[in-house]
Every structure is written in C-alpha cells, then in structure tokens.
C-alpha cells in the first residue's frame, strides 16, 4: 500500500505541472472539463461508459468530494475485510480515506464530480483506456521534461520546492516499474460504469524484488466518479489481487449514495 500510495502521491504532484499536452492516454492527465467534454471516447469500453451516464443522469454536489470517509465507512471496510470495527485505523488525507488493519488496508479516494453525466463519462472512458508499457513510459518522460521545467522555473524565482535534476530519474524509474504496461478490465452491473485496474509493477531494491498489483476499482455515477482500493499486506515477491474485495467495497459505497 505505501509503494502505491508513494506512486499515486508523485503523479498527483506532476501531472499538474505536465499534463496539458500529454493526450487522452495518459493515467494521469490535468486536462480541465472543457477538454474532456471534447475529446474522443475510444473504444466499446468509451462508448459503454457513455451510454450507462446517460441512463443514469444522478447529479451530485460538489462538496461530496471533500467527505471520502462519508462515503466509505468503517463499517462498510470492517465487514469486506472480516474484521471488527474498532480493529481499523482510518485518517484522511488529500482528499482520500485511508483504512488500515493488521492485515491489510483500504482506501477510497479520486473523487470526481463534473458539471454534467456526459462530462463524467468522457473523462471516465478516456482515463481506462489500456496502455502499452512504451506509452506508460513516454508519458513518464513527458511528466519528468514538463516538471524538470517547471522546477528550474521555480528556482530561478527562489520558490523550487525540489531539485530539478532529481526529477528525471525517478519518472523514468516509476516508467521501468510499468514495463507491462496498464490494464483495465471492465465490471458489469457496477454503478454507470466500472473499471478494475489489474496493473501489475515490479521494481528491485536492494537486490530484492517487489511486485505489487494496482488492485483499484473506478466507478461512475452520473457526474461523479470515485476509485477504491483493497488488499492485504502480501509478501514482497507474492502481490496477489483482489477484485471480489474491491468489487464489494465499491458496491457499498454505490448502494448507500443518496
């Protein structure tokens, strides 16, 4: 989990300062709703999103993206995990609601909630398209030229908060860890639309090495889309995953919407 959350951390911190440019593909996009509303769906799985906000057409507010503990609950992670209430640990952080027990952890987090369904849909789609390990890769290259600029920017105005030689390296390492690229596989009867990420990485430290699964579920809902994770604290060399787990965890968070 905190290999996972170190990634999802960097990219939130990059992709700000690189995306514009770096096309639908990219996971990591900072495209603004203008630009989502008009790019392309591509793909069944772009259109299927589509056509299932469209029937859905639920509108939530805003403010549904600053209550992640709200809409998943210690009772809701207590009962997938077969664990009692009071053996969770739950914080919140940027936005995300972590749970934590001694065998594993939860999480639920990138709510987004759009001005319209077909908005909601468009990013959704465009966000779970497949990606070869060479496009994961030169989109890594893209957030590390992109940052590195911003960062030698910032130093020349005395507000750097890292050194721009540093950048570079760690995207291009992130890039190596998803040589197999990224992979959705699409969730039938799961709120508008669903997607489980079943991206493996593998990465070597120390001479040892470590492979983990994304073990991450998006889900839509009208205009709004949510992702949650569930695993437990498998061996380094051994990740497994675990989509009944975050299947279930999203339908309850689905079910008890208003």
């Given at each position: 989990m905190i290999r996972r959350l170190a990634t999802l951390?960097?990219?939130?911190?990059?992709?700000?300062?690189?995306?514009?440019?770096?096309?639908?593909k990219s996971a990591a996009t900072g495209a603004g709703d203008e630009a989502e509303a008009g790019a392309e769906?591509?793909?069944?799985?772009?259109?299927?999103?589509?056509?299932?906000?469209?029937?859905?057409?639920?509108i939530f507010d805003e403010?549904?993206?600053?209550?992640?503990?709200?809409?998943?609950?210690?009772?809701?992670?207590?009962?997938?995990?077969?664990?009692?209430?009071?053996?969770?640990?739950?914080?919140?952080?940027?936005g995300m609601c972590l749970y934590e027990w001694e065998a594993g952890n939860a999480s639920l987090g990138f709510v987004r909630v759009k001005k319209s369904a077909?908005?909601?849909?468009?990013y959704f789609a465009n966000a779970h398209m497949?990606?070869?390990?060479?496009?994961?890769?030169?989109?890594?290259?893209?957030?590390?030229?992109?940052?590195?600029?911003?960062?030698?920017?910032?130093?020349?105005?005395?507000?750097?908060?890292?050194?721009?030689?540093?950048?570079?390296?760690?995207?291009?390492?992130?890039?190596g860890a998803f040589a197999g690229g990224m992979q959705f596989e699409a969730v039938d009867g799961l709120g508008d639309a669903a997607f489980y990420e079943k991206t493996r990485t593998e990465t070597e430290l120390a001479g040892k090495k470590f492979v983990s699964y994304a073990n991450k579920l998006d889900v839509l809902v009208g205009n709004m889309s949510f992702g949650v994770t569930f695993s437990l604290n498998d061996e380094p060399d051994a990740a497994k995953m675990y989509k009944d787990e975050n299947v279930a965890l999203a339908?309850?968070?689905?079910?008890?919407?208003?």
């Open positions: 951390a960097l990219l939130a911190l990059l992709a700000p300062l690189a995306l514009a440019g770096c096309g639908d769906a591509a793909g069944e799985g772009a259109a299927a999103a589509v056509e299932g906000a469209a029937a859905s057409a639920k403010e549904l993206r600053k209550k992640p503990c709200e809409l998943l609950t210690k009772a809701m992670v207590a009962k997938v995990a077969g664990v009692g209430e009071d053996a969770l640990e739950v914080r919140e952080i940027s077909e908005m909601a849909a468009t497949d990606m070869s390990g060479e496009e994961v890769a030169a989109a890594f290259d893209k957030i590390g030229d992109e940052a590195k600029k911003k960062l030698e920017e910032d130093a020349e105005d005395g507000e750097a908060k890292a050194a721009p030689e540093h950048v570079k390296p760690v995207t291009k390492a992130m890039g339908r309850a968070v689905v079910d008890a919407l208003p």
